[in-house]
């Protein structure tokens, strides 16, 4: 594909995430539930901002515009691993151009192994005899004429019985011997000691006395050490790769962003000094109080527990005849005085209740059609 086509085609299928990424940006929430991200504003390196939908406990639909999500950095590289290798399922045409759009990032020379991980050339100064005694050095920039030293790094000496090459290496040097090099005649050893060396090339004045010391087998005496090593890219450089505009705005579209691939973003917590949160949701304003219907209904006219024939009107009933049996009568005797008033305040009142309730549970009902 034409240079220009791509970088048209991956611009296109990233303004096109604004529209499509509510159905692709899935979000875990601090809460253990999952927002929508509804559109994407802005990408950095480290973060994505956008508009978040989710729902809360209660069922409501809530939006936020400004939230900044974080991707987790294992699954950012994994998913970048993925389109180095070609192995990311997605359509022909968006996996051709982010290939390319990553690609393009990668500095010259470097190289993806199969399964997508960058590895980096990285050369080296050239490696020296290592000396055995001090040696004089200008002092560039110092007082000191000359600085006393071992000798240079990185440095290499052949040792005897069994055979062995002994390198050593400044241990913030980017360049270190690959382990294909160190392991290639048998099982390598790596110890960290501190001599006052100088660094080759560098200001003769800037000594350092930390350095690796690799010990590595080999059949010769002979000093064969390159002089430049593959490293491979750490996850955090390729998850860079990654927080780009032209390679979030396809995935997203494409549905091809995994649910894992940011971190639990907290709602409470995570929108920026100029965010706006709306509750999605919310119901319009009901009635007020002066919406009420003030129509008085006077029960009274329909309830009227006195007339009722089969409630009692009086604690002293008369007595009860029935033929063939000797009379009877309810006589409480000497409680008569306190029971009487009992009745007639509490019981009766909670029948003239219950009586109101099930009239009026009659009508409902049948209004209803319950």
């Known amino acids: 594909m034409h240079r220009h086509a791509r970088w048209a085609l991956a611009g296109i299928l990233g303004l096109a995430a604004a529209s499509a990424a509510s159905a692709a940006v899935i979000i875990p929430t601090a809460s253990g539930g999952w927002a929508t991200m509804s559109a994407i504003t802005s990408v950095d390196t480290a973060r994505i901002v956008g508009n978040l939908r989710w729902t809360d406990s209660l069922g409501n639909v809530k939006t936020a515009t400004g939230v900044a999500v974080r991707p987790q950095i294992g699954a950012a590289a994994s998913l970048a691993r993925g389109i180095l290798a070609r192995r990311l399922v997605v359509g022909a045409v968006v996996a051709t151009a982010l290939y390319e759009t990553l690609s393009t990032k990668l500095a010259p020379g470097t190289e993806i192994s199969a399964d997508g991980t960058p590895q980096v050339v990285v050369a080296g ?12 050095v200008p002092a560039i920039g110092t007082a000191s004429p000359t600085v006393s030293a071992f000798g240079y790094l990185p440095c290499a000496y052949s040792s005897t019985a069994p055979t062995r090459l002994i390198i050593r290496v400044p241990v913030n040097s980017s360049w270190q011997p690959s382990e294909s090099w160190l392991n290639q005649y048998g099982a390598s050893t790596k110890t960290t000691r501190a001599l006052p060396f100088v660094l080759q090339g560098g200001d003769h004045a800037d000594t350092t006395s930390g350095f690796y010391e690799y ?22 450089e390729q998850a860079q790769l990654l927080m780009d505009p032209e390679v979030i705005g396809p995935l997203a579209s494409s549905d091809a962003i995994p649910p894992n691939f940011f971190e639990p973003v907290d709602l409470a917590t995570a929108t920026s000094p100029d965010a706006t949160t709306d509750e999605g949701s919310e119901l319009p304003d009901g009635p007020d109080i002066g919406d009420v219907d003030r129509s008085v209904f ?73």
């Open 298 to 370: 006077d029960l009274r006219s329909w309830f009227n527990p006195s007339q009722w024939g089969f409630l009692p009107q009086q604690c002293h009933w008369p007595a009860i005849e029935v033929p063939g049996y000797p009379e009877w009568r309810i006589d409480l005797g000497e409680h008569d005085a306190w029971s009487c008033p009992l009745l007639s305040t509490y019981v009766a009142t909670a029948m003239d209740i219950v009586a109101i309730l099930l009239f009026l549970g009659i009508v409902i009902r049948t209004r209803t059609g319950g």
């Open 125 to 136: 100064t050239p490696v020296v005899a290592c000396t055995m005694s001090y040696i004089k």
């Open 215 to 236: 010990q590595r087998p080999q059949p010769t005496t002979a000093v064969d050490v390159p002089t430049s090593s593959v490293t491979a890219m750490s996850e955090a």
